[in-house]
C-alpha cells in the first residue's frame, strides 16, 4: 500500500487542465511507480472503465482471459468499493488444469472527499497456497510416522544449517529436548561414530551433487550421549523437491525386522492396533460414496461388513438411533468444511445399543483437494455405561434413594420447557435440626429416611417426591387443580403430624409444614417457583393459620412492595425520604411524660410511609444499617437540642452495629455538632445470639456508660437468656416486651411475668418499661402490679417531632382507650385487595386479605395487616368472595395497633352493589374487639 502512498496526492490534485480536455481521462497517475509495484494494480472509474494498469495487471488479464469490466468475479466488489467500502476477498480460476489462488483488494478513490474510481491490487497466492497445501499434506504424513515406535526423524534445512527432530530422537540419544533443540551442527555430528561419519558425508555430498537422485541408505551407528553405547541404525536419506530439506528417516536394527514386517502392510499394523483398543479406522471417498478402507473392529462393533454398507448406502441410517439422526447429518455437512469434527452417537447390533465416538480428518488427493475423511470410531459404550451408573447416583440421594435436589431442579426446568402445567409442594417435617442437636446426627439421618419413606407411600401415585434439604422434600403433580383440590391433598399430607416415628428407643412426631405453587400461574422458571413454594411454606402455620399456604396473591402484593423497597433502599438516604417519630414514655399513674423512643420512618415516593419492620431487614442484609442507624443517632441530638423542656430519648441500636470500628465517635461527634449532652440518650439493645460475645459487648457498653449514655435491653423476657443478660450487663432499663403487655388483663400467665419482672428489677436496681399497652384495663393492672412507666396506643402512638414537642409543653397525656374506635360493630364483610394500576400501568398481582366493617356516604372502613400506600398513582381494587371486583381509592389510613391499620377508601356506590355487599355481611358474636381483627385479617387462605 505504501506505493499508493506516493502517487494518490497526483489524483487529489488539482486536475482543472486535465479535465478540460475530454480526450484525456479524468485521472492522471504516476504509471512508473506502478510498474515498481511487485502485484498487479489496476484503476477504474466512476462507470466501471479501465483508466490504468500495471503490467504485471495486464499479463495476468490475458493469462486468465479475464476482463475486470464484466467478469462477474470483480462486479460486485466494485460496486461494494465505489459505495465506500474497502473489500477484500480471495479468486480462484483454473488455468491449463491448474488452480490459482489470488487475494484481491478494492478500494475506493477519492478527489476533493468525493469517490471517483476504484483501485484495485491482485496478489498472486497460488505458490502460498500450494506450500501449505503440500505442508499440511506432508505434516499429516509426519505426524502419523512419528507414532511408529522406532521410528526417527531428523530435518536439515540447508539454506540455514537447521536441524528438527521428531520426538523419538532426544530419547534414543539420552538427551533433553531442550538439549537436543541447542546443539550446533558439530555436537549433533558427534553423535555418529567417527568411523561412518564419512561415508554418511560423503553419501549426503553425491544426493545433493546428483540431481537425478532423491534419496540413500545406508547402515551407521549412533552413540548414546549417556551410556556411550554404540546403536546400530538404518538411514535413509531423502532431499525435497526444492531440493532445500535433507530428511533423515533413522531405524533402530534391532527393531528393523519387527517394525518392517509391521509396515508391510499398512491393514495388519491398522488392525492389531484397533483390536486392543476397540477401534477402527475407516476411509470414506466424496467421490465413490463408499468406505475404501477399513481396519480394526468394524464388523464387532457395527454388526455389519464395509461390503454390506457398501452394497446398501443408505442401511446406516437403520443402525444409528434415531434420535440422533439428525446429529450424523449435521456432522456430514460439517465434515465438508471443517478438517476436524467430533461427535458422539448411538447404534444398535441386534438388541443392544452401543456408543460411538468418531473423529473426523479430512482426506486430500495429490493436488490438495479434500476427497473423503479418515474416521478414527471408538467404541464408548462401557465408559457411557459408567457413566450412567454414576449419574444414577448423582440423581439419587444416596441415604434416602428418592431424587436428589438437583435431579427434581432438572425436572422440574423440563416441566417448564414443555410447557406443561404442574402444581409444586415444599413440604418440611421441621424436626432434623432438633433431632440432630439433641439425639446426634445418626438420629438425624435416620430421620431422613423414615420420613422420606413414610412420605412416599402416601403421595397421590401420579406425584414426584424427591429431596431439597434436610428434612424438606419437593413434590411435583401434573396438571391444573382448584384451590380446594390442593388444600385436600395438603390435608391427606398433614396427617404425617399424626404419626409417631421411632428412632430407637425415642419417639418422635413431626411439625409438617406444606408449601405450594403452580406453573405457570406463581412463576415462570424453577428457581422463582421452587423459592415461591418455600416463601408459601414460610407462611404455614402463621398467626393460627393451618400449616397448609398456597402462593397466592397476598404474598404477591408483599413480594412486589419488598422487590421495590430493595431496590429504592440504597438512595433512600441520599433523597431524604428517612425521618423519625416519637412515641412517648408515660407515668403509669399521672401521665407525665418522662420519656420517648425514636422511631425511623421511611415515606417512600410511591408506597408512602413504611415501617421499619418491613426496611430494618432489608437494610441488615447489607451495610446500609450503619448509614441508618448514623442518621438516627444525628437527629436524635439535632431534635434534642431543639427541645425546650427535655426528656430522655431512646434509640434502637442493632446488635450488630455494636461491632461498628466508629460507633463511639459517631456518638461523640453528634454530641459536639449539636450541643446535647449523652445524659439525654438511651440505646435500646435486642436480645440476640450476637450479645453472646460478652467480652466485647461488656467493653463496648462500658465504653457507653462512661460517656454517661443510659442502656436498655428491649424485648425483655422474650428470648431464653434475657436473666443472664441482666448478670453480665449493667443496663439501666429493662423494657418487657408487647406480649406480655398486651391484653396482660385478660392472661394470668403474662400477669405473673410481669410481676416478677418487676420484683427482679427492683432488686436489681433497674427501671422498667411494658410496651403494647393499648387498653385501659392493662393500665388499671400494671398500677396494681407497681410499673411505674408504660409505653402504647393506649397514651400515643408514634408521632411527629414537632406534634411531641407540643405534648412536652402540655407535660401530660390522657388515655384514649381503643374502645373510642368502631370496636362495636358486630358484622364485617372479609375480602382481598389488590393492585389494578401503578403509574398507570396494569398489574398481575394478587390480593391481601382485609375485614370491611361499615360503609356510608360512598365512604366504607376496612381493616388490613398489610400498610398500603395513600397515592394516587396506584388504583386499587376490593375483590370479594362473590367474585366481584370494587375499584376503590384509599383516603385516609389510622395505624390502630402494632400489625393492624385501619383504612377509609372511596367507592361509587349503587343499590345493586350495596345489595351484593349486605348479603356478603358476617354476623360476628357478640361486640368485635381489636384482637378479633387482628385474627380475621391474618385469616389463612382456606378461609
Same mark, same amino acid.
Given at each position: ?12 490534485g488539482?486536475?482543472?487542465d ?22 498487479? #494494480?489496476?484503476? +477504474? ?48 480460476k483454473?488455468?491449463?488444469?491448474q ?20 483501485y ?9 497456497w ?16 512419528e ?15 537447521s ?74 536419506g531423502?532431499?525435497s ?17 519387527? /517394525? ?24 470414506y ?6 468406505i ?11 454388526g ?11 442401511y ?5 438411533h434415531?434420535d ?7 456432522a ?30 479430512? +482426506?486430500?488427493?495429490h ?35 428418592? *431424587?436428589s435436589?438437583?435431579?427434581m ?6 416441566l417448564?420447557q ?20 439433641t ?18 407411600? /402416601? ?5 414426584v ?12 403433580? *401434573? ?67 393451618? @400449616?397448609?399456604?398456597?402462593?397466592t396473591? &397476598? ?9 421495590e423497597?430493595?431496590r429504592?433502599?440504597?438512595?433512600a ?19 407525665e ?16 410511609t413504611?415501617? *421499619? +419492620? ?29 427541645l ?10 442493632? @446488635? ?8 463511639? %465517635? ?27 460475645? %460478652? ?6 457498653? %462500658? ?37 406480655f ?41 400494671l ?42 360493630? %358486630?358484622?364485617y ?22 375485614v ?6 360512598? &365512604?366504607? &372502613? ?11 398513582? #396506584? ?10 371486583? +370494587?375499584p ?34 358476617v354476623?360476628?358474636?357478640g ?12 385469616? *389463612?387462605?382456606?378461609?
Amino acid at each position: 500500500m505504501a506505493i499508493f502512498k506516493k502517487w494518490i496526492h497526483r489524483v487529489n490534485g488539482d486536475v482543472t487542465d486535465i479535465l478540460s480536455s475530454e480526450s484525456i481521462p479524468v485521472f492522471h497517475v504516476d504509471s512508473l511507480q506502478m510498474e515498481q509495484y511487485p502485484d498487479a #494494480i489496476y484503476v +477504474l472509474d466512476m462507470k466501471g472503465q479501465l483508466i490504468e494498469s500495471n503490467e504485471k495487471m495486464e499479463q495476468l488479464l490475458d493469462d486468465l482471459a479475464l476482463s475486470l469490466t464484466g467478469a462477474e468475479e470483480f462486479i460486485p466488489y466494485h460496486e461494494q468499493a465505489l459505495a465506500g467500502e474497502t473489500v477484500h476477498f480471495e479468486l480462484i480460476k483454473v488455468q491449463d488444469g491448474q488452480k490459482r489462488k489470488f487475494a484481491v483488494t478494492c478500494t475506493p478513490l477519492y478527489k476533493d472527499q468525493l469517490i471517483e474510481g476504484v483501485y484495485g491490487i491482485v496478489k498472486d497466492m497460488s505458490a502460498v497456497w500450494d506450500k501449505q497445501n503440500r505442508y499440511a499434506f506432508m505434516k499429516v504424513g509426519r505426524e502419523l510416522l512419528e507414532q511408529v515406535p522406532g521410528l526417527m526423524i531428523i530435518e536439515v534445512h540447508l539454506a540455514d544449517g537447521s536441524f528438527s527432530f521428531s520426538s523419538q530422537v532426544s530419547s534414543f540419544l539420552g538427551v533433553s529436548r531442550q538439549r537436543l533443540n541447542e546443539m550446533s551442527a558439530d555436537q549433533i555430528r558427534e553423535t555418529v561414530h567417527p568411523d561412518d561419519w564419512e561415508r554418511l558425508k560423503q553419501s549426503v555430498q553425491s544426493l545433493r551433487a546428483d540431481a537425478g537422485e532423491s534419496d540413500f541408505t545406508m547402515e551407521i551407528r549412533l552413540r548414546h550421549q549417556q551410556t556411550f553405547e554404540d546403536m546400530p541404525v538404518t538411514v535413509r536419506g531423502v532431499l525435497s523437491l526444492e531440493r532445500n530439506v535433507l530428511t533423515y528417516v533413522i531405524f533402530s536394527t534391532k527393531d528393523q525386522q519387527r /517394525i518392517e514386517h509391521e509396515l508391510t502392510d499398512k491393514e495388519e499394523l491398522l488392525h492389531r492396533v484397533c483390536e486392543a483398543s476397540d477401534t477402527t479406522i475407516c476411509d470414506y471417498s466424496y467421490d465413490t460414496n463408499q468406505i475404501e478402507f477399513a481396519a480394526g473392529q468394524f464388523h464387532t462393533m457395527f454388526g455389519y461388513t464395509v461390503k454390506h454398507f457398501n452394497a446398501h448406502p443408505d442401511y446406516w441410517k437403520a443402525v444409528i438411533h434415531q434420535d440422533d439422526l439428525e446429529k450424523i447429518n449435521q456432522a456430514n455437512e460439517e465434515t465438508r468444511h471443517t478438517n476436524h469434527v467430533e461427535l458422539e452417537y448411538r447404534i444398535f447390533v441386534g438388541k443392544k445399543q452401543k456408543w460411538m465416538k468418531e473423529s473426523r480428518q479430512h +482426506l486430500f488427493d495429490h493436488k490438495g483437494r479434500v476427497r473423503g475423511f479418515q474416521a478414527l470410531i471408538r467404541d464408548v459404550t462401557e465408559v457411557r455405561e459408567q457413566e450412567a451408573k454414576l449419574m444414577q447416583r448423582n440423581e439419587f440421594d444416596p441415604m434416602t434413594n428418592i *431424587p436428589s435436589r438437583e435431579t427434581m431442579f432438572q425436572s422440574i426446568a423440563r416441566l417448564i420447557q414443555a410447557d406443561l402445567t404442574f402444581v409444586l409442594f415444599a413440604i418440611s417435617f421441621n424436626r432434623i435440626a432438633d433431632i440432630n442437636r439433641t439425639f446426634g446426627h445418626e438420629y438425624g439421618d435416620e430421620w431422613r429416611i423414615q420420613t422420606a419413606h413414610r412420605l412416599q407411600r /402416601i403421595v397421590p401415585d401420579e406425584a414426584v417426591v424427591g429431596h431439597l434439604d434436610g428434612d424438606t422434600f419437593l413434590m411435583f403433580m *401434573p396438571g391444573s387443580h382448584g384451590d380446594e383440590h390442593l388444600l385436600h391433598i395438603g390435608d391427606h399430607l398433614l396427617n404425617l403430624s399424626k404419626h409417631c416415628f421411632q428412632l430407637e428407643p425415642y419417639s418422635v412426631y413431626p411439625n409438617i409444614k406444606i408449601g405450594v405453587s403452580r406453573y405457570p400461574n406463581d412463576a415462570s422458571d424453577e428457581v422463582t417457583l421452587i423459592r415461591r413454594s418455600y416463601m408459601a411454606m414460610g407462611r404455614a402455620g402463621k398467626t393460627g393459620g393451618t @400449616p397448609i399456604s398456597l402462593y397466592t396473591s &397476598h404474598m404477591n402484593l408483599e413480594e412486589l412492595k419488598r422487590f421495590e423497597l430493595l431496590r429504592d433502599l440504597p438512595t433512600a438516604i441520599d433523597r431524604n425520604e428517612f425521618y423519625l417519630l416519637y412515641q412517648p414514655k408515660v407515668n403509669t399513674w399521672t401521665g407525665e411524660i418522662t420519656g420517648a423512643e425514636a422511631l425511623i420512618r421511611w415515606e417512600h415516593p410511591l408506597w408512602g410511609t413504611v415501617s *421499619p +419492620l418491613d426496611f430494618i431487614p432489608l437494610a441488615e442484609e447489607s451495610n446500609l444499617f450503619i448509614r441508618m442507624t448514623d442518621y438516627v443517632i444525628d437527629e436524635v441530638f439535632r431534635f434534642l437540642a431543639t427541645l425546650p423542656n427535655k426528656v430522655p430519648i431512646s434509640l434502637n441500636v442493632s @446488635p450488630k452495629y455494636l461491632y461498628h470500628e466508629h460507633l463511639l %465517635s459517631t456518638f461523640e461527634s453528634a454530641s459536639r455538632r449539636h450541643d446535647v449532652s449523652f445524659n439525654w440518650i438511651e440505646i435500646e439493645v435486642a436480645e440476640t445470639s450476637r450479645l453472646d460475645e %460478652s467480652d466485647h459487648i461488656t467493653n463496648i457498653f %462500658s465504653s457507653l456508660r462512661d460517656l454517661g449514655i443510659q442502656l436498655a435491653l428491649d424485648d425483655f423476657g422474650k428470648g431464653y437468656s434475657s436473666l443472664a443478660y441482666l448478670q453480665q450487663f449493667q443496663v439501666n432499663t429493662i423494657k418487657i416486651d408487647r406480649i406480655f403487655g398486651h391484653g396482660v388483663s385478660e392472661n394470668k400467665q403474662a400477669r405473673a411475668i410481669i410481676h416478677s419482672l418487676v420484683v427482679l428489677a427492683e432488686e436489681f436496681g433497674l427501671d422498667v418499661v411494658v410496651e403494647g399497652i393499648e387498653q385501659m384495663n392493662d393500665l388499671l393492672l400494671l398500677r396494681q402490679l407497681g410499673c411505674k412507666t408504660i409505653q402504647g396506643y393506649l397514651f400515643s402512638p408514634p408521632v411527629r417531632g414537632e406534634v411531641f414537642e407540643n405534648m412536652m409543653i402540655q407535660g401530660k397525656l390522657t388515655p384514649d382507650s381503643f374502645n373510642q374506635h368502631e370496636w362495636g360493630t %358486630s358484622r364485617y364483610i372479609q375480602a382481598g385487595i389488590t393492585i389494578k394500576t401503578i403509574r398507570q400501568q396494569q398489574m398481575a398481582i394478587g390480593q391481601s386479605p382485609i375485614v370491611l366493617t361499615s360503609r356510608s356516604e360512598q &365512604h366504607l &372502613h376496612f381493616y388490613s395487616a398489610l400498610r398500603l400506600p395513600l397515592d394516587g398513582e #396506584i388504583e386499587f381494587i376490593i375483590r370479594f368472595p362473590s367474585g366481584v371486583d +370494587l375499584p376503590v381509592r384509599l383516603r385516609r389510613i389510622t395505624e390502630i395497633t402494632h400489625g393492624l391499620y385501619q383504612y377509609v377508601a372511596e367507592y361509587e356506590s349503587s343499590p345493586t352493589l350495596e345489595a351484593q355487599l349486605a348479603s356478603l355481611e358476617v354476623e360476628g358474636t357478640g361486640s368485635i374487639e381489636i384482637a378479633d381483627y387482628i385474627k380475621l385479617v391474618h385469616q *389463612p387462605e382456606r378461609s
